[in-house]
């Protein structure tokens, strides 16, 4: 059960009572992201995360780290393109420490100069890091592809360039135009009582201003082509990713999209998984994954696979998946994808933390939440039939963009040769 209040100023407070648990989740969302960056500040939403854990009007950087910690609990902060969130897990004893601090983070983060500077290197070693990464990083070569020229296809984390140029004021003007009432979900999962919670939260949430909720530039999908991106880099094994444009956050066959998801790559019984690691040994990691978001999505099908062997993967990838798309699946494989799915998420929900970003996650994005039962229900609906449609929506040769590092020299055009899907 699932409880909701809605403030005056527009805060949105929702929790899952969970009474036989001892401890709590708390989450506080921004509906901000790096989609809602200019050029200019790309990377400003991720920075900031940073900072608001450097020291508040009440908090010094010790006293929230020795607070939390202190009592046996633990807390983080996470960007994406969307939303920006900061949470804590803590004996459910400690609800008004916990709430108190991460209240005051949101609210007053005292932003100072010398803290920005010292983050500012973080940030850009940061970036630095995941370059180093390929398995990280050609997930950006491949968000160029998908949105080229637009911020869903910069990185969260923004440029060296960006990230050097944002200033105190800069960051302090972002935080007073994004971080407003409306724009704010307070959610909470574990030993609690929404009356209390609720009571806490407007305490300290009654002074923010009701402003407009926070808007950006709708995906702009022109792909008329395959689309190829590579770098060259003297790695050990080749790192892939091919991607399709997805369905948006709430489409009517989000549900089919996810059982897709499982039956091509999300277990070790996948398609996928089978196909290339456990029938021919061409890959360590291989796998699929969903990226949804409110008006567009992504569909991705990433490996790490020998360099020599790069040909041979990419063209067993594009064979499975016309497969699924020409031939659907059998009845047995769809029986497994929907008690996987489900079976899944029980289990996740069991978690204070899980539950906490369930419903805190869906309150912001979608303003609504679904119960466990509720999922149950859509995901027996679905047919076999659905996935048929969903991937003859997305399996597409002309929307097929493939990413690729590795010491691949002068082998463009036969990896471009390789991108078909007919």
């Given amino acids: 059960m699932y409880n909701k209040t809605v403030l005056d100023n527009g805060v949105r407070i929702v929790s899952c009572p969970m009474k036989d648990k001892q401890s709590l989740a708390i989450g506080i969302w921004i509906n901000t992201g790096s989609r809602f960056e200019t050029p200019k500040f790309s990377g400003i939403s991720h920075f900031l995360e940073h900072l608001v ?36 897990k803590i004996p459910a004893r400690y609800l008004d420490l916990a709430l108190s601090i991460l209240s005051d983070m949101v609210i007053n983060p005292s932003l100072p100069g010398e803290e920005i500077e010292r983050e500012r290197t973080v940030v850009l070693e940061e970036i630095k890091m995941y370059k180093d990464l390929p398995q990280t990083y050609v997930y950006d070569i491949l968000d160029r592809l998908l949105w080229p020229n637009q911020p869903l296809g910069r990185s969260i984390l923004g440029s060296t360039e960006s990230i050097r140029g944002i200033k105190r004021q800069d960051m302090y003007s972002y935080k007073q135009s994004y971080y407003t009432a409306p724009n704010i979900v307070l959610s909470g999962a574990g ?7 609720e009571d806490k939260v407007r305490k300290n949430f009654r002074f923010l201003e009701d402003r407009k909720v926070n808007k950006f530039c709708g995906a702009q999908e022109a792909q008329t082509k395959a689309q190829l991106g590579l770098l060259h880099k003297d790695t050990e094994q080749t790192h892939l ?22 039956i091509l790559g999300a277990n070790s019984s996948s398609r996928l998984f089978n196909e290339i690691r456990e029938k021919r040994g061409l ?50 494989e769809f029986r497994r994808a ?18 906490m970003l369930w419903i805190g996650e869906s309150t912001l994005t979608l303003d609504k939440t679904y119960t466990l039962r509720q999922v149950i229900k859509e995901i027996e609906k679905v047919k076999l039939s659905d996935l048929v449609e969903v991937s003859r929506l997305i399996f597409k040769e002309e929307k097929t963009n493939l990413a690729l590092i590795g010491p691949l020299k002068q082998k463009e055009k036969i990896i471009s040769a390789l991108l078909k899907i007919k």
Avoid: W
Avoid at 241 to 262: C, E, M, T
Avoid at 317 to 331: A, G, H, M, T, W
């Fill in 191 to 197: 030993l609690l009582d929404h009356d209390r919670f």
């Fill in 283 to 332: 890959a360590y990691e291989i796998g699929t994954q969903v990226k949804r978001l409110k008006d567009t999505g992504a569909f991705i099908v990433h490996a790490g696979v020998d360099n020599h062997k790069v040909e041979e993967t990419v063209k067993l990838i594009f064979q499975e998946l016309r497969k699924v798309r020409d031939k659907s699946v059998s009845s047995d």
């Fill in 338 to 355: 929907k008690e996987f799915y489900l079976g899944q998420l029980m289990i996740a929900l069991e978690d204070t933390m899980d539950q």
């Fill in 53 to 88: 854990f450097k020291g508040t009007k009440n908090y010094s950087c010790q006293k929230i780290k020795e607070s939390i910690e202190g009592v046996g609990g633990s807390f983080n902060g996470f960007t994406l393109e969307e939303a920006t969130c900061y949470l804590v």
């Fill in 241 to 262: 990713a091919v991607g399709f444009h997805s369905l948006k956050r709430d489409h009517p066959l989000k549900y089919a999209l996810s059982l897709l998801h499982i």
